[in-house]
């Protein structure tokens, strides 16, 4: 069974550039998730979809952040403009549904550094 | 905020000895599973235990609960270098929506 893929592994940009995130899901997972990781700091949900439905984006900021999963299955992650505090690494998790104490299934993540 | 929150944030141990971790959480779950993330790679889940479950055995991995303190513990028996990793516990409560900790950095010395 493939994992999470995600790319590109790796992105510098200069502040205030725009840059895009794909995750493509194991195959059947009806829950894909995008968390931001800080160094040194554990994951935080930025939002969940389950199918092409936004199940929670309370953390996403919106002002710069934006998500999108077409027809249920991969998705991208966008920020525009990036700013210095996004610098962080980008990890999609997936999943079978939205019953309770499921395992994610991460994928290696896309770090990202704006300078 | 109901994210967990690990103790020690970094222990360091001779390969052969146990580690224990804690994670402590703010509000009730219905589930509470520990990941380890190894040094620039993804999280990897290592077992789950439901809020009606004490302790749990996985291999070399023995999880405990206790609801009425929102704590848990991880301990892992025989450490390995290979064991070498950060630990996260995540609680989760309504729609599978998980909140993670800040980790305990493990450092087993060969």
């Known amino acids: 069974e493939a994992g999470v893929a995600q790319s590109p592994r790796y992105k510098i940009i200069e502040k205030r550039q725009s840059v895009a995130f794909w995750c493509n899901p194991i195959?059947?997972?009806?829950?894909l998730y995008w968390y931001q990781q800080i160094l040194g700091q554990g994951p935080k949900l930025l939002i969940q979809?389950?199918?092409?439905?936004?199940?929670?984006d309370s953390q996403l900021p919106k002002d710069r952040f934006s998500a999108e999963r077409l027809k249920g299955v991969d998705s991208t992650l966008k920020i525009q403009p990036a700013k210095l505090e996004d610098s962080a690494v980008y990890l999609c998790a997936s999943s079978s549904g939205l019953a309770g104490g499921e395992t994610q299934y991460f994928g290696p993540g896309t770090r990202l550094l704006v300078l | 905020s109901q994210q967990g929150e690990e103790d020690p944030q970094a222990l360091s141990i001779q390969e052969g000895e146990n580690a224990t971790m804690n994670c402590s959480y703010k509000t009730s779950i219905n589930n509470l599973q520990w990941y380890r993330q190894n040094s620039g790679r993804g999280l990897v889940h290592l077992i789950l235990i439901r809020s009606n479950e004490r302790e749990k055995h996985s291999g070399r991995l023995r999880v405990t609960l206790d609801t009425s303190k929102k704590s848990s513990s991880l301990l892992i028996t025989a450490s390995r270098a290979a064991d070498t990793a950060s630990y996260f516990c995540?609680?989760?409560?309504?729609?599978?929506?998980?909140?993670f900790g800040s980790g305990t950095k493990l450092n087993v010395k060969p």
């Open positions: 195959s059947g997972h009806a829950t």
């Open positions: 979809f389950q199918n092409n439905g936004v199940v929670d």
């Open positions: 995540a609680t989760d409560g309504d729609f599978n929506k998980f909140y």
